[in-house]
Structure formats: C-alpha cells, structure tokens
C-alpha cells in the first residue's frame, strides 16, 4: 500500500524534466511492476482455479463468515443474510453475548455449535448443520483469543476439517507490533499439517493475501488461496468501496474445490460476509501443482515466528469500548 501511495505522489508531485524527475521516473516504474507482480496472481489475468467441473466425492457444502463487528446492533440483518443464503456453516467473529442471544434462533437448524462469548473484540461463534464430531477452541499466542477446530462429517459421511481464525492486528488501538497475530497464524498452519482430513482454514486474518506472514501461512500449511486467479474479493472497509481489502481470508487443501467465492451484501458490520461453497475429491491431483513450501530459511523464521508471538504480552482490556 506504502508503494502504491509513493507512485501516486512521485507523478502527480515531481515536476515534469527535472533533474529530480529523471532521477525518480525509474524507480517509480520499478515500485509500479512489483505492484503489478505482487497483485497479478489475485485477479482473474492469472492462471484460473481448477475447474468446477472436477468429479465430486462428496456434497457441496457452503459456509459464511462474517466478522459482525462487535458494537453493531444490527442482528436481525445478519439473521436475514443467513436465513436467505441457508449455509451449511456460520463462522462469526467479534462476537459478544449480545451477539450470542440474538443468534439463538438459529440453533433449531444448526444443532452443532461452538459459542465463545468475549467482550474484548475476539469473541467467536461456530454453527453447524452438518455433524461434528469434535469441537475444540485453541489458545496458541494469548489466553483471550481463541480459534476454533471442528471435525465435521457431510450427509454422505465424507469428513473434513475447518479452522475459524481471528487474531490481533497491529494498530494504535489494539497491538503496538504483529508479533501475535502472526505467531497465532503460523501457529495454525503448523497445526494444520497435523490433521489428515481435507482441511479449510478461514476467517478475519487482518492481513492481505499477499503479506508476508499470509505467504508463509500458506507455504506452512501447504493450502491454496481461492483468490488465486479469481480476484480480489475484498471485505474490509464495507463502507468504502474504493477503499476495500481481502483480510477475511480462505484457505484449503488441495482436495477441496471451490465452486463459489464471494462476498455478501453489507450486515451494519465494517466487513462483508464472506461466502464459499466446495465439494471434496480424494482422488484428483489436479490442484497439487499450485502448492508451494517452505525453504530451510522460511522454516527457521516461521518458528521465530511463532515463538515471539507466544512471548508477546498483551494488554487488551477485558471489556472493549467503541
């Protein structure tokens, strides 16, 4: 982002054939093609996802995420998105006890559940249609934000995992540094590798796709990024269109196959739903070529990593004010 707003200026702020401009035209052009690098996988001009039209082993299956911010009062509109849309799977972050009593009618058709009322912005609600086994909450990095791990079973007894994430961003209001949030995802791919199920991860990363600690998410866990020659799909900020980015993020296994990608209209939350749907096919190798790994020093940084984010003191307030 830093890149692109220095570009802008250095055009619109350097007068034109002068030593300065000369001087500057190069490097500007050389920031504009790393931009162009950098952002060309997450549009549609890149290489396209597998296709639908893979053999499924199993039924679609849809979820919604949505971090509904947790000062908005605007239930019965998220109630409604989810009543039109009828996933298979919720996934809510920011959510307090207001937010869990409001969301009790959903319960009669999402009889599995996971409810983690907090009051400190990182509260997280699962819900679940389809059968779960097992439904654990994990406290990697801090002790007052959790993620979530569900083993979940489809109507034709095909098995997989999801992961709901939410970690601390860096900013003047929550954490001076990102050494939590990414020790917290890091700390989740490395538990990712551990499960032998076909696997997605998502959530309210408060990262772009295409930072550095989400690369090395990536090359951890070894999944895929739907945006990947789909598009941007940007969530946060909802109210400023121009002003968008990808931070609610999805990743999966390469058994996965995503059908559907995309954001849902606006809930009174500062971020957008976002909204998937897939099938599972064990046999097809057919996405294993867009996998990518760690090298031996992306390895060692992963673990400083994690470590520096266990050692992060945090001084988040129990109870969060607007």
């Known amino acids: 982002m830093l890149q692109v ?3 802008i200026a250095g055009f619109l702020l350097i007068s034109p054939k002068t030593d300065l401009f000369w001087a500057t035209t190069p490097l ?12 060309l996988p997450y549009t549609p001009l890149f290489k396209k996802a597998a296709p639908a039209t893979t053999q499924k082993h199993s039924n679609s299956v849809s979820v919604l995420s949505v971090n509904v911010y947790q000062f908005n009062t605007q239930y019965q509109r998220m109630i409604d998105t989810i009543q039109n849309i009828d996933p298979d799977i919720i996934l809510t972050m920011e959510s307090n006890q207001a937010w869990e009593d409001a969301l009790t009618v959903l ?6 559940s996971k409810k983690i009322a907090l009051e400190n912005t990182y509260g997280m609600h699962f819900y679940s249609k389809l059968k779960a086994s097992d439904i654990k909450a994990h406290y990697f990095v801090a002790d007052d934000m959790p993620s979530i791990e569900a083993t979940l079973e489809t109507s034709d007894k095909t098995k997989f995992t999801l992961f709901g994430v939410h970690p601390a961003p860096p900013s003047p209001t929550e954490e001076a540094n990102s050494k939590e949030r990414d020790g917290e995802l890091l700390s989740v791919a490395r538990r990712v590798k551990e499960v032998n199920t076909p696997v997605l991860v998502v959530g309210d990363f408060n990262n772009v796709a295409w930072a550095r600690s989400s690369i090395l998410f990536r090359k951890t866990s070894e999944l895929l990024d739907p945006r990947i020659g789909r598009g941007f799909v940007s969530t946060f ?17 390469t ?5 559907d990608f995309r954001t849902l209209p606006d809930v009174g939350s500062d971020h957008l739903p976002l909204y998937s749907r897939f099938f599972v096919n064990h046999s097809s190798d057919i996405q294993e070529e867009e996998v990518e790994v760690l090298d031996e020093e992306e390895s060692e940084e992963v673990e400083e990593m994690i470590e520096d984010g266990i050692e992060e003191e945090s001084d988040r307030p129990a109870v969060a004010t607007e």
């Open 28 to 39: 500007l052009f050389l920031l504009g093609a790393n931009n162009v690098r950098v952002l």
């Open 255 to 259: 058994d996965i196959f995503v059908e």
């Open 5 to 7: 707003v220095l570009l």
């Open 107 to 112: 319960e009669k058709d999402y009889p599995y």
């Open 237 to 253: 900020h909802a109210r400023y269109k121009l002003l968008r980015f990808p931070i609610d993020l999805f990743f999966h296994s």
